[in-house]
């Protein structure tokens, strides 16, 4: 059981770091990994206990967790290019 939670905590550890700048934590894959479990506990509120949150509070939610894990996933895409665009370009 010990191992489980310790690999559970070091796969959340290594999902929030990112690796490109020196293991820091990532603010946007924080925002919006806590944003998809406000979601996830607002539809089980919902199905269970027949607690409606307000329409507009899970719509603004979920842009949240889309613009946060968008801005995460174009980092990842745009930044080996533009490294790779600086190192070409000559030396004045």
Do not use: W
């Not at 290594?14 to 603010?27: C, F, H, L, Q, V």
């Amino acid at each position: 059981m010990k191992n489980a939670i310790t690999n559970i905590y070091l796969f959340f550890q290594r999902m929030m770091t990112d690796a490109t700048k020196s293991g820091e934590t990532s603010s946007k894959r924080f925002v919006g990994l806590v944003g998809f479990f406000m979601l996830c506990i607002a539809l089980i509120l919902n199905m269970i206990l027949k607690v409606e949150p307000a329409a507009i509070l899970v719509e603004a939610i979920m842009y949240i967790v889309i613009a946060a894990l968008f801005g995460t996933s174009l980092d990842k895409i745009m930044s080996p290019r533009q490294q790779s665009i600086e190192e070409n370009e000559p030396k004045i």
